[in-house]
Nanobody, 123 residues
Framework: QVQLVESGGGLVQAGGSLRLSCTASGRTFSSNAMGWFRQVPGEEREFVATISWTGVSTRYADSVKGRFTISRDNAKKTVYLQMNSLKPEDTAVYYC????????????????WGQGTQVTVSS
């Protein structure tokens, strides 16, 4: 069992930066691939980034590539999403997720989810 808690969301102007954190409880964090997803009301949950349990493999949605960076610290049981050059279209609730296999862009592949943190980018 893994429980996930996101933090770091907030209101930022376009062009600004935020760093989201997701801290896990449970003993199996280091063996879980992690992902970040986002959702706008009325729309489907959208893949943002994913990282393998070793941290060696990462993948990003085209819309955030070059602006966002996913990383993890297994000793702290925490995964991060550094978001730079934020745009109004990045506004959403951001969720972290964990799965016991390899990194995936598919939300349905994840077993555990956090409660989400709101990111709002003003123009």
């Amino acid at each position: 069992q893994v429980q996930l808690v996101e933090s770091g969301g907030g209101l930022v102007q376009a062009g600004g930066s935020l760093r989201l954190s997701c801290t896990a409880s449970g003993r199996t964090f280091s063996s879980n691939a992690m992902g970040w997803f986002r959702q706008v009301p009325g729309e489907e949950r959208e893949f943002v980034a994913t990282i393998s349990w070793t941290g060696v493999s990462t993948r990003y949605a085209d819309s955030v590539k070059g602006r966002f960076t996913i990383s993890r610290d297994n000793a702290k049981k925490t995964v991060y999403l550094q978001m730079n050059s934020l745009k109004p279209e990045d506004t959403a609730v951001y969720y972290c997720a964990a799965r016991g296999r390899g990194a995936s862009e598919n939300a349905l592949a994840y077993d555990y989810w956090g409660q989400g943190t709101q990111v709002t980018v003003s123009s």
